[in-house]
């Protein structure tokens, strides 16, 4: 049976998108979103049912009871292709961390053209956390050491790894008890691969007690070096403004669209374009100049650190070349299409792959390294900028909006406390108040099965409304960006009273951007200092907060979700589950489901649920929040509490000494 194919407004709710997704169509092009029209998934293969790990399959099991020819389960089979997409994103994740820290190395030993220390203070602090002198030594001898460390990290092969002892003291412990705490990020990996080849681990359980480790290695390791080495080099976001959505590409300008992740080239990419010799380059070419944006995490990262605007998000990618307007499109790693090379054959779009880890046939490939990295910066944009006079008809949706980026842990710190006592009190206070319900981290990818941003929007609006302070990451945050809500103001309108009151009394907006996927662990380190903070639990896992991924589909996502869950938080995915069971399977049979939402949640206090209905999404979370508060013994979210007394009050309790001001949020909450 034809699949039905979707109205543009069924596809996605941006306008820009709509826009560009009727000039595909006019064009005769096909796009992600016309493809997942025309192509069913299978539905074993979705489920997780199919093994394909040896030539004796694939397998593909259907009914309960059901073995491969190994005599391999059903919930073998799942627990194996989930943990091997843990160990995917986890790596993934985590050699992004490690080429950060080769990065770091270089520069601390001057052998990195152009880049410098952005962020000393990030690095001592960093540093002495890790037990690395810093008294009396220069910025590089100190860099260097940690870069060492970090470096030592991925191939160690016993012990801890280092950047674990960042987690509660608590969740270390638990962590030690059930034997998880990562020995090395690769060793992880490795040992994922291993136990599922054909005849090793075949207890489900057993298989998925190493999936926690793995993802612990990418969380509490590679991707939190990836996060700490970015600051360091490039600087700790702090809010800034930007631009997010197609509307920021130029007519008269050279448009370069920077798409993948890591930051080292497209920062360079940014100083490259500011260079006057480059600038007068574009402009003999008869543009006005180079018009720089981006795509994906890459977007996230220069968008926090330097402003630069954001095209758009995963789906955008496509969306951009169907402009006319984009000179080169610049990739590194992750999340790239392939069908961006064919796309762009009927444009004048040059990609360009950059990665020695990443090329696809048919682009051009203009090889990166740290060491002349502004030179072949500048001459990706030479490229770009011969292109120019190549373009044909453009069609630009005059459609972008404002927001502000940057919301760093330590950005974050420093805007609840002022600069003479940084500290999270404020933001623990309002949660035991009331005044905040709890914390939710909306992230994550697009994903063409669901309607582009509707699920990320939908839930962070419900949860505005319901007084949850929502953080967010990824393609996510530039979902709400595109629909202004991460502006101050114009953020504010629809937010519940008590939020409104935190957020009009400190100036924040209600929906936090903290920057791309490797950065949730901004997230993982703002819970384990509100847990330090007290007042809310001794462990990650009390906390008000609830972690959801509504349009994901990367094995990125994956590993972030399971990290999360180690580190104690309920975590909500929507779309399809990868180890549901077909719908002929009985509900109980579903013993991966159970042991990675109950099972984990007993072990872990966290838990990973798959909800494709938003509306059970965003109930259950407020569930959640509402349990957590009252095991805290918290009053009850009481909407009607809030929102008269203003910013004055909540701006004098800020002002109290300690003492004083638990009673005067404990007076206001004993009415
Ligand atoms: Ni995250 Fe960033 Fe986007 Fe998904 Fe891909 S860009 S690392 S994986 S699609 S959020």
Redesign the pocket.
Known sequence: MPKKKRTVEEQTIDPAAQEMLIRAEELGLSTAFSRADDLSPCNIGSTGMCCKLCGMGPCRLTKDGQTGICGATIDTIQARNLIRAIAA?GA??SDHGRDMAFTLKAVANGEAEGYSIKDVAKLRTVAARYDIPIEGRAPEEIANDLADLYISQFGQQKGEIAPIIRAPKKRQELWKEQGVVPRGIDREVVEALHRTHIGDDQDPEHILNHAIRTSLADGWGGSMIATDAADILFGTPAPLLGQANLGVLKDDMVNVVVH??EPTLSEMIVAASQDPEIIEYAKAAGAQGISLSG??????EILMRQGIPAAG???HQELAILTGAVEAMVVDV??IMQALVDLASNFHTKIITTSPKVKIKGSTHIEFNEHQALTIAKEILREAIDNYQNRGTTHIPQIKEDLIPGFSHEYINYMLGGSYRASFRPLNDAIMSGRIRGVAAV????NPRSSQDYLHTKVTKELLQQDVLVVE????A?ASAKLGLLLGKAGLEQVGPGLREVCEAIGIPPVLHMG???DNTRILTVLTQMVEEGGLGDDIDQIPAVGL?P???????LA?GTYCVASGAYVIFGGSSPVSGMPDRVADSDIISHYISEGWEKIYGGKLEFIADPDEMIAKTLEHIDKKRAALGLPVYDPDRFGESGDTRMLEIEQMPFEERVSAIYGVAAD
């Open positions: 994103g993934a994740h993948g992740h795509i994906c995490c890459t977007a996230n998000n995963f789906l992750q999340c992230v994550g990818c697009n990451t990824g393609c996510g530039i791309s996927c490797v991924a349009e994901w589909m990367s094995e990125k996502a972030i």
